[in-house]
């Protein structure tokens, strides 16, 4: 439901803009969200995030791995219950 | 060399000979530079007709379909096409001009933020900033709309830089290892082999299937752009699992094989629905659970453990969380996969099920009954044909009867559900596949709404046999209504259509219209043996209606095959 997630992103802004799109579709809100310019690392942007949502952040996790200019670095989920599993 | 040659270059780098799209401002240095370039450029009709041209070509190939337009509203009217593409996983790739750089932001002529507009559609998206980056941006382009789950991607170029004079391509090319990575990360190189499966979830999913005793197959789109239809009849040839098709799973194993049980969801079959919910045990292999497949999804398989095999770990646990979740290379996985099972009551009882609930095509009227016509013509078209369809009732009647050889010969708009689809992709289909029978399905809704592209077909002359559905209604709509609104018809009413045939032939495309059931045999010879374009107009019931029809939000057990307006009539498309 509600989780933190690292993220290093390619510098240009449009990688903000794409991360922020995928997360506010997908079914989540920001609480809280830093992002530092790296000088070291090809001046990319380290992202921390903080979002709750209905849905499983283990997802959005993947999701956000799928972007191409996104790599994310740790994804810490408070709890999950959301998709259905039968048994 | 200019940008706009460098951004040619680079897609003959990448192989591309064909390119559908519409000129304006900013976009014409590229188009400039087109008249000395190899690749074959399609001018159709409209924007959104370059984008799903584009799709037919890609979806019939599997190779990346390209499309161009110019800044503002060109781009616009590639939109469409774009979210298309991304809901159904085409590779596609769409050139839009932008305007200069230094006007960017000023709210210019022809300016649209492309790239914002776009950003929740596509798989990636750059906006060219630096000329010489070209190379680079159009080799990840490609390889992203390509690798993995496929998709769209948009390359917006300023104007200026299409102007800007530039280093040419290293005389070999643009090799792989030379390429730098664009943003931080890069996109896997085409050449890129997808994942190998993970030996954990391969291990649960055998775990599953030793112990099942009634699994069903539930492929989709998956399978063909995973490469991985022959994996997956092998695999139904040495397990014997009954199998069901989504719309785009269609043709994975084929129509008549002894163990398809159909379509399953809203339009499925009474077997494929009924052996779904009835399972222990769903083997998912490419398939997204999307609504429309699963009905409500809280009682969708309701007695079923899960396996999952899918190229996208997103896919994995999104709606439905799987027993076991394989992810990476379909082939690999299915071929993976345990055989021997021991399943044959299971197997006779679906046997029973598919017999009981077969198709009757036994219509008493004189009327056309589309379902019969339409099975008629795919078994009389020659082997090889693609059937490329509109949006409404008579998407579904192709689903629910043609005879499907292979998904890659079934082109349908089934994420996005675009009416318009159709015509635009047949043109892309016929011209990757000059030789092969091409029938466009439509609806007298839907064929109007690109039917501009009538123009391109004859530019081309290109032999598209155009068959349209004529119910003077758009009528899946009209249906909702009367199923589900009391029968309050809201502007569904087409009873003032133009004569498609006059309009076909005042675009120099031969046509006929039939409207009885003793004029269908010699109208589909005509159709199947005239060498060029035809269009065939084909006047059915306004009342007729698609069965079964699970409701929206019901479980899949829940098939109606009446709804109260009609029960004084006939229902003859029933199962
Ligand atoms: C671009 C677009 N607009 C609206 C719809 C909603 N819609 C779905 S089916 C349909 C009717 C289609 O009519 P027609 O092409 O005549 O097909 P029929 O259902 O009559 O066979 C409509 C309006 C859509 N899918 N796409
Ligand atoms: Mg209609």
Known sequence: MSGSLALDISPGTSALERLLSVVRRRGFHVDALQAVRNHHKNRSLTVELTVSGERSVEVLSRHLSNLADCRLVAVHADSECSARRAS | MTGAELLLRSLEAEGVEKIWGYPGGAIMPVYDALLD???????????????????GYARSTGEVGVCMATSGPGATNLVTGIADAYLDSVPLVAITGQVPRHLIGTDAFQEVDMLGITLPIVKHSYLVTEP?????????????????????????????????EVPGLPEAGLPEKCAPAIGLFGAPSAAT????????????????????????????????????????????????????????????????????????????????????????????IGVRFDDRATGKLSEFAPEARVIHLDIDAAELGKLRVPHAAVRGDLRLALDALERSLDIEPWRQQCREW???????YDAPFDEVYAPAMLRQLSQQA???????????????????????EHP???????????????????????????????????????????VQELATIRRYNLPVKIVVLDNSALGMVRQWQECFFDNRESEVDLSDNPDFAEVARAFGIPALAIDRTQQVAGALDLLLESRGPMLLHVHIDRQANVWPLVPAGANNSQMIETSQASQSKPVTASL
């Open chain 2, 37 to 55: 370039s190899p690749i074959r450029h399609y001018l159709t009709r409209h924007e959104q007709g370059a984008a799903f041209a584009a799709q």
């Open chain 2, 132 to 164: 010489e980056s070209i190379p680079q941006v159009v080799r990840q382009a490609f390889a992203t709309a390509r690798e993995g789950r496929p998709g769209p991607v948009v390359i917006d170029l300023p104007k200026d830089v299409a102007q800007a």
């Open chain 2, 193 to 284: 082999p997808p994942d190998p499966p993970g030996a954990d979830g391969l291990a649960d999913a055998t775990e599953l299937l030793r112990a099942s005793q009634r699994p069903v197959i539930y492929a989709g789109g998956g399978v063909e752009k995973g490469a991985a239809v022959d994996a997956l009849r092998r695999f139904v040839a040495g397990t014997g699992i009954p199998v069901v098709h989504t719309l785009h799973g269609l043709g994975g194993i084929a129509s008549d094989h002894p163990l398809f049980l159909g379509m399953l969801g809203m339009h499925g079959t009474r077997a494929a629905n009924h052996a779904v919910q009835e399972c222990d045990l769903l083997v998912a």
């Open chain 2, 354 to 360: 598919k017999q009981r609930w077969q198709w009757r």
């Open chain 2, 382 to 404: 020659p082997s090889g044909s693609f059937v490329v369809c509109d949006v409404g009732q008579h998407q579904m009647w192709v689903a629910q009867h043609w005879c499907f």
């Open chain 2, 408 to 450: 890659r010969q079934h082109l349908t708009s089934g994420g996005l559900g675009t009416m318009g689809f159709g015509l635009p992709a047949a043109i892309g289909v016929q011209i990757a596949h000059p030789e092969a029978t091409v029938l466009n399905v439509t609806g007298d809704g839907s064929i109007l709404m690109n």
